[in-house]
């Protein structure tokens, strides 16, 4: 300690005094005084990488816990494929009387639709076709009916069949045999319906390209009449009547 001249007994102390001070803040600034360093606060992030990778693990495997919920409440596991399946439309079944003779029995049928050729200026996006045959209804029996069905789309085939010209009546025989024209409606995307007029063979029936191209279609059933019941709905069956019971195994004595 270095003592300043011309100083007293008195000042010689408090020279001490201020050397000692002097000395604590060189060993603060060399380092020293590390260890007099307040805790970090609560609310800190952690300055070691090791703390905060233990953090985000122990978050991780809290979120993967079974059981666990997302921000709605609802189980993690439950997704889109939980929900239940929409239920499918029913077709509208309509009970009708008998049909007129040279009338399409179809419900919906646009019967004040034109009828002619196919011209090319005329472009369908769908097409619907009434089919007259039997259906059995549930708890009412078999029955005579006129489907409407309709197709969507994929009609290039059936739009070049339509086109082509009906053959000339030839001399050769024709088989012995009659087929009911189907009965087919267009609609255009503005809406303009059209009843096509179909190409015929040469002994008058629809060509066979045509019923392919229709047979080709996807179809969808837009809707049932029915027309009159060909037979009643069968009485239900039980089983194990006496005379069934009777013809069985016998029973151990």
């Given at each position: 300690?270095?003592?300043?001249?011309?100083?007293?007994?008195?000042?010689?102390?408090?020279?001490?005094?201020?050397?000692?001070?002097?000395?604590?803040?060189?060993?603060?600034?060399?380092?020293?005084?590390?260890?007099?360093?307040?805790?970090?606060?609560?609310?800190?992030?952690?300055?070691?990488?090791?703390?905060?990778?233990?953090?985000?693990?122990?978050?991780?495997?809290?979120?993967?816990?079974?059981?666990?919920?997302?921000?709605?409440?609802?189980?993690?596991?439950?997704?889109?494929?939980?929900?239940?399946?929409?239920?499918?439309?029913?077709?509208?079944?309509?009970?009708?009387?008998?049909?007129?003779?040279?009338?399409?029995?179809?419900?919906?049928?646009?019967?004040?639709a034109p009828?002619?050729?196919?011209?090319?200026?005329?472009v369908p996006?769908?097409?619907?076709?009434?089919?007259?045959?039997?259906?059995?209804?549930?708890?009412?029996?078999?029955?005579?009916?006129?489907?409407?069905?309709?197709?969507?789309?994929?009609?290039?085939?059936?739009?070049?069949?339509?086109?082509?010209?009906?053959?000339?009546?030839?001399?050769?025989?024709?088989?012995?045999?009659?087929?009911?024209?189907?009965?087919?409606?267009?609609?255009?995307?503005?809406?303009?319906?059209?009843?096509?007029?179909?190409?015929?063979?040469?002994?008058?029936?629809?060509?066979?390209?045509?019923?392919?191209?229709?047979?080709?279609?996807?179809?969808?059933?837009?809707?049932?009449?029915?027309?009159?019941?060909?037979?009643?709905?069968?009485?239900?069956?039980?089983?194990?009547?006496?005379?069934?019971l009777q013809?069985?195994?016998?029973?151990?004595?």
């Amino acid at each position: 300690m270095i003592t300043p001249i011309g100083t007293t007994g008195g000042g010689r102390g408090r020279t001490r005094a201020m050397a000692v001070m002097l000395l604590a803040v060189g060993a603060l600034a060399a380092g020293c005084g590390t260890a007099s360093v307040s805790p970090v606060s609560a609310g800190a992030q952690p300055s070691s990488p090791a703390a905060g990778a233990a953090t985000s693990s122990g978050t991780q495997s809290a979120s993967a816990a079974p059981g666990s919920t997302g921000s709605s409440g609802t189980p993690a596991s439950a997704g889109a494929s939980g929900s239940p399946a929409a239920p499918a439309t029913p077709v509208p079944t309509v009970s009708g009387g008998t049909v007129p003779a040279g009338e399409v029995a179809c419900v919906g049928w646009p019967a004040s639709a034109p009828t002619g050729s196919l011209p090319a200026s005329f472009v369908p996006v769908s097409v619907e076709r009434c089919l007259d045959g039997a259906e059995t209804i549930p708890g009412k029996g078999l029955w005579s009916t006129a489907t409407l069905e309709r197709a969507d789309g994929g009609l290039a085939a059936l739009l070049s069949a339509l086109r082509q010209p009906s053959e000339g009546h030839s001399d050769h025989i024709c088989p012995a045999l009659a087929m009911i024209p189907p009965a087919l409606v267009l609609t255009s995307a503005t809406g303009q319906q059209l009843i096509p007029r179909l190409p015929v063979s040469s002994c008058g029936l629809t060509q066979s390209r045509v019923v392919v191209a229709l047979d080709g279609l996807h179809w969808n059933t837009v809707s049932v009449r029915l027309i009159a019941q060909i037979s009643a709905a069968a009485a239900p069956t039980v089983t194990g009547s006496p005379r069934t019971l009777q013809s069985g195994a016998a029973q151990p004595q």
